[in-house]
């Protein structure tokens, strides 16, 4: 694709269109705009102008322009994404969705609430807890994350066990498709199968084919009480065989279970100086249950805990108050941030494994950790068979070694969990970051379907060009 | 579109490719796959021939023929559909998955078993119920429907409320696509954001986008008790009003919430010869709990049996035995057979409306049936907004009558539903049926982006051409 660039009479346009205020085009500030959570040295590039519209109505003047001009435009949340997914990887326009940042309904009837692209996740939770409410899709970005960024990569999280992922949750979209049209997909209602499930396509599609503008979300009745377990258990392999045994013997959905290694609980714990009883033990499952009874959710936990000790785990901790559970909570929110001490340059990944093949997986990482000299910690969602499994650059390879080293282990981890039935992405996408191996690694077949939408929503290829795979 | 006709030579290519008794034209055999539960006379159409394959590789093979000659190919489940999916409305290929009928794999490990199209639902169930397990796609025809056909409706059903519709557990599609190609989507991986979700735009595609030749389906712990609740309520509005409040103020989430309309309810007990005491209610609801302790769910039944006098219920019945839940289910299942005895021609609809405006929804209906004379029983699963509205023809009026009487109340039906924030259909899908009613009354935005994404996938539009919409 040949795209123009934004020249002083579509500069002046988009002024007419939105008020000067809303077209920032001061370096300073677009550098903020050139890049998300992934390293702006690697996938960083500057926007020609930012620009922060109010309303659809405005979105869909932009992109009609955009359309007539042949200027990419690249929407943007909070920017905490993972993939390089709302970095303007061609210049022109990044559109942010900052300012549409209202809750504008809360329907306690219809258990549902209307809420605009720019609202922070967590903030909608706040909204509502009093009522006895809470949406569930939630990353573990919660407190910075837009919900249209959230809903545009369809995000897990640590509750995604018991609640499923943020997708579940969108009851409807208002979008402005790539060619200006605003359009209402779905709506309060919680079934609908007259046609196709346009609604759940705009979900995890990264901003490649519509723009979201207002998303009705569903809640759930907030749950009150909660325990979480630490397990230790001498191995991965024992670890990982209690998610079914927990299900199916137990009869419990556990709100998450989360897995680390024993290399990341460590480093986690000596950055915090924190002293979980980890030493003994070849990894640990922190396991929650929630529910709305206290005695309910005691049963649960016990029942956990039994069943594990049976399975021969060596040790059950039961974190049954707030201050004990956040204790534990931030060592697992600390793994990456810790490692950073150590190096600050890492590949933190989200493969995703049929849960049951996790055991085999971590073999198969200790191997790419050995070749390419170096650590690979592994944590993440056991629950849900989705593992961060972060690349942490040796501290002593320079930095052109270390972008080689990354593309070949990454290559071979994406290869490992594809041999075992998985996949490149559980919860970050593909964005920028893993284009270049979902060319490499996805059946062609599928591949061509996808850029098949994205054409026939996107004629002109210019709404977030190049996310996912480039269209030739 | 102009479609070839199926002659001698490419009947003898079809031997070829699936063998002598795969190839089916016998006429009276074409006839058992000229409709499906919609009335034949209205919405029925002869195939040319009847295929019944074995693997994904014949389908491919014949989808590849069919795109060089130009036929159009219905696949076709069990034949339950309600909205004509899978009947052959320009002729052409049937292509039965009923040869297809193996449980490939359960695995306990990953809570996930492997199917192929032509599996009865409820056997699937039947398969792993002392494995303390089972799938939670439960539409009401469970007894009959494919679960090939139950993916492509999406369909819903009795127990949404709580565990959702079938495409929540569909992780794993292999599909032949239009043009031929055998491809997979998914997997057994419970998160996925790499790319498109197309797996997720298959499901409920009726058949349009691509032919389902093997499912991999997630399984949940098996409930082992569960409590019915028949709850009489004045009026609709108060039945109606007890949905959020369950869930808010009891924290419960109902496995489902099935309401009945005072019509219905007295047909269906007049028809069983069955004494339930609804003489003195408006409408009633009949809400199932379910779980895996006696304790719980019998404290669930309370709380909400509780709510429900505090908020104005004339009367709770508990029906906390197998016996007794089987009878009052049996009311619930037994309405529209009630009615044919009635008058058997009918329009069965399951309009979809927001939980709370169901009240608002009712006094509509009510003049709709006077307008034209019908009565129009109101039943279905009120816990999703979502009501079998069933228009009975007046046993008085000639069929032609019917014919412009059913589609006049039926638009109107829809726009009462639209109004609201409602939609044509919940469950059952499109099909030819809603066919003329979606290109009048969805946003033609909407329903282009759907053609453009048929277009992209079937070029030469032969797989289940007419349904949903007419491709110009």
Known sequence: MKYNPVTGKILDQLIEILGEKNVLTDPAKLETYSHDETPIEQYGHLPEVVITPSSAEEISTVMKLANLEL???????AGSGLSGGAIPEYGGIVLSVEKMNQVLEVDYNNLMMTLEPGVVTNSVNEEIKEKGLFFA??????ESCYIGGNIAENAGGGKAVKYGVTGRYIMGLEIVTPTGEIV????????????????????GSEGTLGIITKAIVKLLPLPTEKVDLLVLFKDIKSAIEMVPTIMTRGGIIPTGIEFMDKLSIKKSCEYLNEHLPYQEAGAVLLIEVDGHKVQEVEDDAETIGE????????EVYVADNRTTQERVWNVRRNIAEAFKVFSPHQSLEDIVVPIAAIPELMPEITCISKKYNIQIPCYGHAGDGNLHATLVKNPDTDM????QTEEKALYELYQAALKLGGTLSGEHGIGSKRRKFMKELIDPVELGLMK?????????????PGKIFKLE
Chains 1, 2 share one sequence.
């Open 71 to 77: 200027i990419p435009v690249t929407p943007r949340g």
């Open 137 to 142: 899709g939630y990353p573990m970005s919660v």
């Open 184 to 203: 209402q997909l779905g709506g309060k209602r919680v079934k609908d199968v007259t046609g196709y499930d346009l609604k759940q396509l705009i979900v």
């Open 307 to 314: 069943l594990c000790l049976e399975k021969g785990a060596i």
């Open 400 to 403: 052109q070694e270390w972008y």
């Open 452 to 464: 098949k939408i994205k054409k026939s929503f996107d004629p002109n290829n210019i709404l977030n």
